[in-house]
């Protein structure tokens, strides 16, 4: 579930217009809402939480968090205004502080124990701000600085307020107030050179640099396309650079290597993807990454950790080592100088250990945990996590299930117990369990120790009770107001003034709350409304405000407990009075709240085949192109190879996405072309198959206008003249010879000739895939549907695309679906069509051999 923080500059500098009259704080606005409009077109989005927080003093500054729900958010962000200083630092770590509330109660950090990639809360921060200096109260900063002090209990265990799964990325507004007669600059937007800039690296994110309206929606774009589960990690060289490799892809070793100066390589501060599980959706793992200490039971306390672990690599080609069934975890590198490097040497058989410095117990290095290694097919590159100091417990394992057949002798359990010495106590649990799923014998202790001291486990209990206070604390202070500084109080001593209880106003309010008089209607005063009157029906009509079950008049009992059993029970859809249109009006600020809409939606189901690709949203435009291809970071410049992209038809360069004549009159036959690839198709074979309550039998073979209207409407092949067009081959459904069509009240005679009208479409193999996997989903869907009617399968099989081999599997996937769901009716229909296919391929088969005997 990723968390997206917006933090918004609210100070006085905001308020500045532009060349287009509008504020920096409306454009921040805009910006945000047409973020979460570019988010909401993934359907992971679903999940998402949004926060957002100002610059105001903490904890006011927080005006949506943990509990509130995206309506909040949508009402705080519309009614920010800009009034203050520019107190980035203060702000920045109020919004650290707010994603860590509930890290130490979770235990996702999971402190002295090693960290594991898969405990995650993937956390995009985004800034909005004008660049300006950073003021306070203390003056002018010329640097960014957060304050060290943390409300937060157990701040201390981390040497930066964020963590790696949390990145800040900032748009820094510099958009002028005057237009500009200079041309728009394009390519990529370029980073901003205020203080921020550096937190932003640091945390593994950037900046931009945001000088026209038309680059703030290019950077949304590429921030839309950040959102990614992922943690950042600092990866550094050790040793001497690697021999260089030959075009053969062999080492080199006659060409000198540049091992002392520095390359980009050498030193990446990237993040690695960690994909969720599919069928779960939550990522699960294996080994975590060792800590950079050896935990010890005379430790007092725990060391401060950095944010990002620093995993060294060594440039030594070795050979990559798994084992059956022994788990290991695989992430893939974010594109980087040190991905491209790897990639480029094109050795995907071999690999660079990973290590983490003072690990290990008897070694400053430490034991390598896993490899860097570039994909089969020189991609990508993974970071492979293994055991700690794999080299030595796979071949250990090895021998085991194949030389002692899980009966080790002595030596093995000496050579294994030399091992487990050199691992730290927080990997003992992760190898039980691994060794478990492999069926090995139980060979580590139940009794498992953790390697921390009492008191520092004593002490990080102590810590998870005072950070729930903490957030308590914090969250009930969420959308509270700032208190207003008020001025000088003056107490009024002349004692001129009438006590309220002597108000006449007041003691006839009084009277009638406890009941000894009932207000009427019509002793409402309107002399203090003029030209206002209330009309009344009836003038001696008075409210029911019953306090007392005895005041009710006898006739009127029935009716007064209808209306409490309503109000009680609710049994009303909707409030009297309201008719059932007004139940659906939505005031004009709530209708973007599509979020909580979407909340109260079921998980939608998985698909049936995970083969099919998945299609592009295409809603309000079929034609709508994949705009993720508009990349505007320098490190998309290291994907390696190009992207190929599968045409589908209806886009440009495509021969379907010509304009559509509205007038068709001559429709050629492609018979002529199957025949020459020695395929004889039968006539409209499936129409003739389809029973005669399905099609059409007036004589033409052409369905009604009543039948076509029927049809669904994202049916494409329905053309709107009232035509099914069979797509691919230009020919009718029925294989008519003579019809009447009716475009626009006129009358037009369709004689189809062959060889009248050269056959300009041209369907590609990528083309016939792409038509063949949507007709396969249409199917799917078709056979689910109730009732018996089963004119739209056997039309979508009419328009499968290939040789009678393909249609002929098509039917035999149909008949299995309508197996599924118990469609008898409709698989006796489907066996005759197979039938009628089968008795075809004969056919072209006895045809064929008997030209090549007369040959």
């Keep these: 579930m990723p968390i997206l923080l917006f933090l918004i500059d609210t100070s006085a500098s905001m308020n500045q217009r532009t060349d287009l009259g509008t504020s920096y704080l409306d454009i921040a606005k805009g910006a ?8 909401a077109r993934d359907p992971a989005s679903r999940g998402d939480r949004y926060m957002l927080v100002t610059y105001d003093e903490p904890p006011y500054c927080i005006k949506a968090g943990w509990k509130e729900n995206h309506a909040t958010f949508m009402s705080e962000l519309k009614n920010l205004q800009a009034s203050g200083l520019t107190t980035l630092g203060q702000a ?67 040497k930066e307020p964020f963590r790696w799964d949390q990145r800040l990325f900032a ?109 779960t959706g939550v990522p699960v793992g294996h080994w975590p990454i060792p800590e950079s200490f050896w935990p010890d039971q005379n430790l007092p306390s725990l060391p401060p950790r950095t944010s990002h672990p620093v995993v060294r690599f060594s440039c030594v080609d070795c050979e990559p080592m798994v084992i059956d069934k022994l788990p290991f975890d695989k992430y893939e590198l974010e594109p980087s100088p040190l991905t491209q490097y790897i990639l480029e040497r094109k050795s995907p058989h071999t690999c660079w250990q990973v290590f983490v410095t003072s690990s290990g117990k008897y070694n400053e290095l430490g034991y390598p945990f896993g490899y860097l290694k570039a994909s089969t097919t020189l991609t990508c590159v993974n970071l492979f996590v293994m055991p700690y100091n794999y080299p030595v417990l796979l071949p250990l394992l090895d021998d085991l299930f194949k030389v002692h057949k899980l009966k080790p002798n002595l030596k093995w359990r000496q050579a294994f117990d030399s091992y487990l010495k050199t691992l730290p106590p927080y990997y003992l649990l992760p190898l039980k369990k691994a060794l478990r799923m492999m069926g090995a014998p139980n060979l580590i202790s139940d009794n498992l120790d953790c390697g921390l001291s009492y008191s520092v486990i004593s002490y990080l209990k102590k810590l998870s009770q005072q950070t729930k206070l903490e957030s308590e604390r914090i969250l009930a202070s969420v959308g509270k107001k700032p208190p207003q500084e008020i ?26 709350i406890i009941g000894e008089s009932a207000p009427r209607l019509t002793e409402l005063n309107t002399k203090e409304f003029a030209g206002f009157q209330v009309g009344l029906l009836n003038k001696d009509l008075k409210p029911q405000t019953y306090r007392n079950a ?8 029935l009716d007064q407990l209808t209306r409490m059993r309503s109000n009680l029970l609710k049994t009303h859809k909707f409030i009297v009075g309201q008719d059932e249109d007004s139940l659906h009006s939505v005031p004009v600020a709530q209708m973007g709240n599509y979020q909580e ?120 092949s329905l053309r709107k003249d009232g035509l099914i067009h069979k797509p691919g081959t230009h020919a009718l459904l029925g294989g008519s010879k003579h019809c009447s069509v009716s475009v626009d009240d006129r009358k037009a005679s369709v004689t189809p000739t062959l060889g009248t009208v050269p056959n300009t479409l041209q369907i590609t193999p990528a083309m016939a895939q792409g038509i063949n996997a949507d007709i396969k989903h249409q199917l799917m869907k078709e056979v689910r549907k109730f009732g018996r009617k ?40 489907l066996e005759k069509v197979l039938d009628k296919i089968d008795s075809h391929h004969h056919l072209n088969n006895v045809n064929h051999i008997n030209r090549r005997s007369s040959c």
């Excluded at 106003?505 to 009277?511: D, I, Q, S």
Aim: charged share 25%; proline share 8%; net charge positive.
């Design 597 to 716: 809409y979407l909340k109260t939606l079921a998980s939608p189901l998985r698909e049936i085949d995970p083969d099919q690709p998945k299609r592009l949203h295409t809603f309000g435009n079929p034609f709508k192109q994949d705009k993720k291809g508009m990349m505007i970071d320098e490190a998309d410049e290291f994907v390696a190879g190009p992207q190929n992209k599968v045409k589908r038809p209806g886009e440009p360069n495509s021969p379907l996405s010509s304009k559509r004549r509205r007038n068709v009159t001559v429709i050629p036959d492609v018979h002529e072309e199957k025949r020459e690839n020695g395929q004889i198709p039968p006539d409209g074979f499936l129409s003739k198959s389809a029973p005669p309550e399905l099609m059409n039998m007036a004589g033409d073979g052409i369905p009604h206008h009543h039948q076509l209207d029927s049809l669904s409407d994202d049916f494409t």
């Design 32 to 39: 945000v809402e047409l973020f979460l409009k570019l988010r």
């Design 92 to 158: 920045l770590r109020s919004s650290f502080d707010l994603l860590n509330l509930n890290r130490l109660i979770s235990g996702i950090d999971n402190y002295g124990q090693g960290r594991n990639p898969f405990f995650l809360e993937p956390s995009i921060l985004i800034t909005i701000t004008d660049g300006n200096k950073l003021t306070s109260t203390a003056g002018v900063q010329e640097e960014l600085h957060l304050p060290l002090n943390s409300p937060l209990p157990g701040s201390e265990l981390t």
């Design 487 to 512: 001025g000088i109080k003056v107490k009024n001593h002349s004692g001129g003034g009438v006590s309220f209880t002597h108000s006449k106003n007041f003691r006839k309010l009084l009277k009638e």
């Design 790 to 829: 089963y004119e739209r399968i056997f039309i979508l099989l009419e328009e499968v695309q290939g040789s009678l081999a393909v249609k002929k599997q098509f039917v035999e996937f149909t008949i299995k679906e309508a197996a599924r769901f118990k469609r008898r009716v409709l698989i006796q229909y």
């Design 550 to 557: 005895y005041d009710i008049p006898r006739r009127g009992l």
């Design 171 to 279: 748009l820094v507004l510099r958009l002028p107030g005057l237009a500009s007669t200079e041309p728009e600059h394009l390519g990529s937007v370029p980073t901003d050179e205020s203080a921020i800039t550096q937190m932003c690296e640091v945390t593994g994110g950037r900046s931009y640099c945001v000088r026209t309206q038309r680059m703030l929606n290019q950077c949304l774009e590429s921030l839309v396309q950040k959102i990614q589960s992922g943690v950042v990690i600092n990866f550094e060289k050790t040793g001497p650079d690697p021999l260089p490799v030959g075009e053969d892809g062999l080492t080199d070793s006659s060409r000198p290597s540049n091992s002392f100066a520095a390359q980009p390589w050498h030193s990446c501060h990237k993040l690695i993807y960690v994909r969720p599980n599919s069928k």
